[in-house]
């Protein structure tokens, strides 16, 4: 077994030598990821600045755009100048930052969804699918309709705390050295009793401990348990999950995307002025998929040298050449609806004597959340950082 989950890294041929390569955590940057960066300067993890675009081009009307990376950019189809169509969408780029900050500062709890709020506020179709979804649906790996029941407060909090509601305000992301395996394989050394290929199947609580259930039937008798995992996966385990905690808990959906690493070049755009780190793609302007589809340009982000492309995409299994295929994965990620952020902020109240729960569901579905739930399951159990 491997241990990671998401921190996800392939020893790739590159040229004549070898070269690892991240597909599943691939950034962290300087402002929202304190906890992970603490982490990674405690275990002497470098790491390195890379550049955060995000390109968007549509099959339909053919337009083609980065952002993130200025005028040349956002220009990348320099027709797009005298396009009178192209300049309404970057002035309701404009508005909708405008109008998603003071949604965030008048209505903080609000579970509006993401579709009533674009709705209200009258933006044009063109604009809701050239920028409006592609944006979350980039950033949570979520099809199209679940970014729309996503809670547009809760949306907003994190696209403004990490720099994309205001120009010019992004943050620096940065790659790790080596690979995301690198602070994995140095958390095992630090460990005592690292177990894998072993998985535990029932979690019992008792008046003088918890018991753990493995693959092979054997139990495993402890004082307090730590679940951290996916919340659906957690309710699972527990055997005797209370009428809250399965209240909480089953409160929480996930989506599966197909994840493929590959050498296919075709599923980026063909003029590499075009192509971004992240690149989403239309079949068509009024597109709406159950899954997203992106790819990301492991060239540009992890500063891969060579001829060869380099790329992870998301749910493009009918799009990728199976020949250029060097791994296929299924990643989970959480989908947040107004029922899911609801039980969030009851997540504290489950916290019990025996059992804590952590996982990156306590927050944005991100490694710096999954990070600071972790910790204050330790905190809850009586142990600091």
Not at 3 to 21: M, N, R
Not at 166 to 176: E, K, L, S
Not at 183 to 209: I, M
Not at 313 to 339: K, S
């Amino acid at each position: 077994g491997r241990l990671g989950g998401h921190a996800h890294t392939h020893d790739v041929e590159v040229g004549d030598s070898t070269a690892p390569v991240d597909s599943g955590f691939i950034v962290l940057n300087d402002r929202t990821y304190p906890l992970l960066t603490r982490l990674f300067d405690e275990l002497g993890v470098a790491v390195r600045p890379t550049e955060m675009s995000m390109g968007i081009s549509c099959d339909g009307c053919g337009l083609g755009y980065v952002g993130g990376r200025g005028a040349r950019g956002i220009f990348a189809q320099t027709r797009r100048v005298a396009d009178p169509t192209f300049w309404r969408l970057l002035l309701s780029i404009r508005r909708f930052q405008r109008l998603a900050l003071a949604h965030l500062r008048d209505q903080p709890d609000s579970l509006e969804t993401y579709s009533e709020f674009l709705e209200r506020s009258g933006f044009r179709r063109h604009f809701v699918e050239h920028y409006a979804l592609p944006v979350v649906s980039c950033v949570w790996s979520s099809g199209h309709q679940d970014a729309l029941a996503y809670p547009a407060a809760y949306l907003f909090a994190f696209l403004s705390h990490h720099g994309f509601l205001q120009a010019g305000d992004a943050p620096q992301w940065y790659v790790v050295e080596g690979g995301s395996r690198t602070y994995v394989d140095r958390l095992r050394d630090q460990l005592c009793d690292v177990r894998h290929s072993d998985p535990v199947v029932a979690v019992a609580r008792k008046a003088e401990g918890v018991v753990v259930t493995d693959g092979q039937g054997r139990q495993h008798d402890f004082d307090k348990v730590v679940i951290a995992t996916h919340a659906d996966e957690a309710l699972r385990l527990l055997t005797d999950p209370t009428p809250h905690e399965f209240a909480v808990l089953d409160a929480f959906r996930y989506s599966a995307n197909a994840t493929q690493l590959h050498r296919d070049g075709s599923v980026l755009p063909a003029r590499v002025a075009q192509r971004a780190s992240w690149n989403f793609h239309l079949t068509a302007c009024d597109q709406r998929s159950e899954h997203v589809q992106v790819s990301y340009w492991m060239n540009r982000l992890q500063g891969h040298r060579g001829d060869s492309p380099l790329v992870v995409t998301l749910n493009g299994r009918d799009r990728v050449d199976p020949a250029q295929v060097i791994a296929d994965m299924d990643y989970t990620h959480p989908i947040f609806t107004a029922e899911s952020v609801a039980a969030q902020r009851r997540l504290p109240e489950i916290q019990g004597e025996r059992t804590a729960f952590a996982g990156a569901y306590h927050g944005w579905g991100f490694h710096e959340d999954g990070c600071r739930a972790g910790m204050a399951a330790a905190e809850h159990f009586g142990v600091s950082w």
